[in-house]
Nanobody, 125 residues
Framework: QVQLVESGGRLVQPGGSLKLSCAAS????????MGWFRRAPEKEREFVSA????????VYADSVKGRFTVSRDGAGNTVYLQMNSLEPENTAVYYC??????????????????WGKGTQVTVSS
């Protein structure tokens, strides 16, 4: 079992940037695909981005493509989500998740087995 801890969320003005981190303990992310999801107030959890471990393929929701970038450290202990040009609509709790997820299923929250508790991102002036 892996424990995931997100960090980096805070209040930021529209147009600003944030970099979220997801640190793993218990085991590394190696061989596990990683996902970022978010839940905005009164909305369903939604897919944001994913990173496949075997070849580093990145996948993004259309709403964040070109503004968000997912990456990992070489040791396989931390995954990042760089968020640029933030908009109020990006306000949400952001969660990272990991699991033995097939590449075709990386957008599906149910495919992930391990989840962090989330970090709050608030975009407001």
């Amino acid at each position: 079992q892996v424990q995931l801890v997100e960090s980096g969320g805070r209040l930021v003005q529209p147009g600003g940037s944030l970099k979220l981190s997801c640190a793993a303990s218990g085991r590394t992310f190696r061989m596990h695909n990683m996902g970022w999801f978010r839940r905005a107030p009164e909305k369903e959890r939604e897919f944001v981005s994913a990173l496949t471990w075997h070849d580093g393929t990145t996948v993004y929701a259309d709403s964040v493509k070109g503004r968000f970038t997912v990456s990992r450290d070489g040791a396989g202990n931390t995954v990042y989500l760089q968020m640029n040009s933030l908009e109020p609509e990006n306000t949400a709790v952001y969660y990272c998740a990991s699991g033995l997820v097939s590449t075709v299923s990386v957008r599906a929250a149910r495919a992930y087995t391990d989840w962090g508790k989330g970090t709050q991102v608030t975009v407001s002036s």
